[in-house]
């Protein structure tokens, strides 16, 4: 299974900021739309990401507030990136390594979505059920010739 799997299931719904922006309107706009991430773009290319995880360190940092800290001070300045043909595994592997919950997806320098370990786990789970699925029936559905035949005596 490839990212393109989890982006097309999922969406491409981006929510980005610029270096320049405050911290406080980051946690705002991840507030308002329930995220955790935001990817930081600046003339057009990705050059960092914002989580909650940077966010609370800031404000922690800063005694508590937020003050004028812009989003440049408190992003990931290199963030994981994958493309839509790296397999699953090797996301799980990277984020894992890293202890990275999201990750930017690019495609030829263009940003095409974020996958997060939620997005990752999610799929995983599926795959799984729907394997158990496909077993389960498989087993009951196993032919009836091949228990005569078992059952038979030896010669």
């Not at 097309?8 to 308002?32: C, N």
């Not at 493309?83 to 930017?104: G, I, K, N, S």
């Amino acid at each position: 299974m490839k990212v393109s799997d989890i982006l097309r299931v999922k969406g491409g719904t981006l929510f980005t900021i610029t270096p320049e922006d405050t911290l406080a309107d980051a946690a705002q706009l991840m507030a308002e739309r329930d995220i955790g991430s935001l990817v930081v773009i600046s003339h057009g290319l990705v050059v960092g990401m914002l989580t909650f995880r940077e966010v609370i360190q800031a404000v922690v940092k800063n005694g508590g507030t937020f003050g004028a800290t812009t989003v440049y001070r408190a992003m990931d300045p290199g963030p994981l990136i994958c493309t839509m043909e790296t397999e699953m595994d090797e996301v799980r592997r990277m984020m894992l390594d890293r202890h990275a919950r999201y990750m930017p997806v690019m495609d030829k320098g263009m940003l095409m979505g974020v996958i997060s370990f939620y997005d990752v786990a999610k799929t995983v789970v599926d795959s799984q059920n729907f394997e158990n699925k496909m077993l389960k029936a498989y087993i009951r559905d196993w032919p009836e010739g091949d228990k005569a035949a078992s059952a038979a005596p030896a010669a």
